[in-house]
């Protein structure tokens, strides 16, 4: 796994707004039980310091912003139970035009394969590159740093993205993720051509995807080698724990005020594959925040850092009060992680189960 450089300590971190944008999630009563929590993660061989490139915003940043969005509400409407949009052909090389309905109920129409491509999903930008579609990318949001290639595109805003700006790239197709829901309407009210993406919320799901964007992009036969090189390494690593009777249990941690991810989304997923008991199992929501007691009571021996990149390490989890009980810390296994191969639905997940079979097993995976 590549290292990344440090943050400069001159570039601002967005602690500050996380913590204001995510406010509406702290929603739970005080007097309700403990809950348990977990977090995505790799592991680095590398020092903190190295985790995270210059300029770089950790995916954990793009997953808080989608915490604030899912909680808190906000689209015109709900998002559909399945994540994944639907194609309505069904042969391997689709024919255009081609109809999709999309995560917002939408049927989009792709007249023909699409030739200028805005992506403003990091996940989908690194899809698109995996199954040759890059040379049709315009545009990206300013978080899609992978591959190197995708540095060079031109960016676009991605919080609070700008159809007047997209539309002068003259896109015959824009790609929004789960953070953008409340975007879509006023960029197809320019007459932009949108396909909108929930996050997947499984392994399965960003298969699915990776699937969809071939179809999209008249690119199936490049999506479907890429996802069958993909199945072909994670199958690896669960074959390699398959006589585990049973795994560590993990907390992953989105931030230091205890986000993590539950079972049901494609970063607890990971760690199903791999057999870890995740502590956020039977949380109330994908994405939970946990009360420190609860992390504590729920005794991880792995701790996952997601947000190594705003200052957390193994000392400052060992300061924190009533952790140096915990089994993770008593034991030394609390490691930072590089988040964009956990937290981004794309390619390199498979990148991100392995590196999280060598932290959990690392007699086993080397």
């Not at 739970?28 to 680095?44: D, I, K, L, W």
């Not at 049927?107 to 023909?112: C, G, M, N, S």
């Not at 190197?148 to 595109?153: F, P, V």
């Not at 006023?186 to 699915?208: C, H, M, T």
């Amino acid at each position: 796994m590549a290292g990344t450089q440090a943050r400069p300590s001159t570039q601002p971190l967005p602690h500050e707004p996380l913590a204001s944008a995510m406010g509406c999630l702290c929603w739970r009563p005080r007097a309700s039980p403990p809950r348990t929590m977990v977090r995505r993660f790799t592991v680095s061989r590398f020092p903190l310091r190295s985790l995270f490139r210059p300029g770089r915003a950790p995916t954990a940043l793009l997953l808080a912003l989608a915490f604030a969005t899912v909680a808190c509400g906000g689209g015109e409407e709900a998002a559909p139970a399945t994540s994944t949009p639907t194609v309505a052909a069904t042969t391997s090389a689709p024919a255009f035009p081609l109809i999709v309905t999309d995560s917002s109920n939408t049927a989009v129409t792709i007249q023909a394969p699409p030739q200028r491509i805005i992506s403003y999903s990091p996940g989908a930008t690194e899809i698109l590159f995996a199954i040759g579609a890059s040379e049709r990318v315009v545009a990206v949001d300013k978080f899609s740093d992978y591959p190197e290639q995708a540095k060079r595109l031109p960016k676009l805003e991605y919080s609070d993205p700008n159809p007047e700006a997209a539309l002068a790239h003259q896109p015959d197709l824009v790609l929004f993720a789960t953070r953008q829901r409340d975007q879509v309407k006023p960029f197809r009210d320019l007459k932009l051509n949108v396909l909108y993406q929930q996050e997947a919320s499984s392994i399965d799901g960003v298969y699915e995807q990776i699937i969809l964007l071939g179809r999209v992009t008249g690119n199936s036969e490049q999506a479907q080698r890429v996802v069958a090189q993909m199945r072909t390494r994670i199958e690896a690593v669960t074959q390699g724990v398959a006589d585990v009777p049973q795994g560590p249990r993990v907390f992953y941690e989105v931030t230091k005020d205890l986000y993590t991810a539950a079972p049901n989304t494609f970063i607890g997923g990971m760690f199903i594959a791999i057999k870890a008991r995740n502590i956020a199992a039977g949380a109330p929501s994908p994405f939970p925040q946990l009360t420190a007691e609860a992390v504590i009571a729920a005794d991880p021996e792995v701790v996952m850092l997601g947000d190594a990149a705003f200052g957390e390490s193994y000392d400052t989890v060992a300061k924190r009060p009533g952790w140096a009980a915990v089994s993770a810390v008593k034991n030394r296994r609390v490691y930072a992680i590089d988040t964009n191969i956990v937290d981004r639905p794309g390619p390199r997940i498979a990148d991100g189960i392995e590196a999280l079979a060598r932290a959990l097993y690392p007699d086993r995976f080397k």
